[in-house]
């Protein structure tokens, strides 16, 4: 059964960084395109950035500049780090596994999601 567990959440001060993890289980994790997005309350959730299996990434234009995804295969996690954060930056964050496409960024090309992480910018 494959499993994604996000970790890292919470409430962080405007201008702070948001430091994110994501722990896989249950699959080759090397083969997969992880990404990460968001969904901001009463919003549709919404794309902010992926790494591939070659370890290359893409984001949205919401985060760029402020944001770097990593991953470590051999730990089976992935991380995100958002910088210089921003009220707007308030949102559920989850991660997402995808297999057959190499930087997705729509939600319908992910095969497994983990639950989220409430992430709270606010002084």
């Known amino acids: 059964q494959v499993q994604l567990v996000e970790s890292g959440g919470g409430l962080v001060q405007p201008g702070g960084t948001l430091r994110l993890s994501c722990a896989a289980s249950?699959?080759?994790?090397?083969?997969?395109?992880l990404g990460w997005f968001r969904r901001p309350l009463g919003e549709e959730r919404e794309f902010v950035a992926v790494?591939?299996?070659?370890?290359?990434?893409e984001n949205s234009a919401s985060v760029n500049g402020r944001v770097f995804v990593s991953r470590d295969n051999a730990k089976n996690m992935a991380f995100l780090r958002l910088n210089n954060l921003k009220p707007e930056d308030t949102a559920v964050y989850y991660c997402?596994?995808?297999?057959?496409?190499?930087?997705?960024?729509?939600?319908?090309?992910?095969?497994?999601w983990g639950q989220g992480t409430q992430v709270t910018v606010s002084s």
């Open positions: 790494i591939s299996w070659t370890n290359t990434t």
């Open positions: 249950g699959l080759t994790f090397s083969n997969y395109a």
């Open positions: 997402a596994a995808s297999r057959d496409f190499y930087k997705p960024t729509r939600l319908s090309e992910y095969d497994h």
